[in-house]
């Protein structure tokens, strides 16, 4: 049985929530945990627990998956928050999430960050982001939209040689867009996979170091494929490359 860590997703006390609403929640969303779930594969939410406790967990998985959500709070990367404050992310979840990438990259364990994963994943090897793509660099692609939600998507495409056209057998597909911010600088020994072509912002890369230790990460959500699957590239290729480098 091949076991994935999953850092979980939080829900803070919020007296005017009906259920649970004085108590801070920790979670997978529902499209992940399907999406990681097969015969011999048992995704498992890793909860926020002193690193004492979490580390004797951490030590039973075989790789780990970051999953997305709130935003990274500027303050994670040196960075001050523009517009008054307006995205102050989640520094509570970043600093839960970089002990357990870091135990992972030192102990050598396969990554796989998807969304927000992604762009942690790139703070944690030293890159900053973008805190909102439209007022800073101006895309005239739609990269989110709040109603349509995980129903839009653009192309993508990759680098000469890069890992996702080895995984897809093709430099250009599409996917879905769930996503306002974006990777500034790139983090050290990270190497660039695909980007969106008509703004050029990164859409996917890999530790160079490959050979090593698998670490990847794309700011899409393959987990949301199902809703326009006849659109966007099938999710799969994907998550078998990242499952084979556990066997």
Known sequence: ???????????????????????????????????????????????????????????????????????????????E??????????????????KIMDWAFQNKKPIFGICRGFQLLNVYFGGKMYQDLNLETGTKIEHRNAEKYDRIFHDVVCTENSLLEKIYGKKQFTVNTVHHQGVKSLGKNLVVDAHSPTDGIIEAFHYEKIEEQLVMGVQWHPEFSHTIQDTVIDPKPLLNYFLESMK
Not at 70 to 75: F, G
Not at 81 to 98: K, S, T, V
């Open 1 to 79: 049985m091949i076991k994935i860590g999953v850092s979980a997703c939080f829900m803070y006390p919020d007296p005017t929530r009906a259920v649970f609403g004085h108590k801070q929640l920790t979670y997978f969303e529902h499209d992940m945990s399907r999406y990681l779930s097969r015969p011999g594969v048992m995704p498992i939410l890793l909860p926020d627990l002193p690193w004492e406790e979490l580390e004797q967990y951490l030590n039973e998985m075989d790789g780990f998956v970051f999953q997305g959500g709130a935003d990274i709070s500027p303050s994670t990367y040196g960075d």
């Open 81 to 98: 928050m523009i517009e008054n404050g307006r995205w102050p992310g989640d520094r509570h979840r970043d600093q839960y999430e970089l």
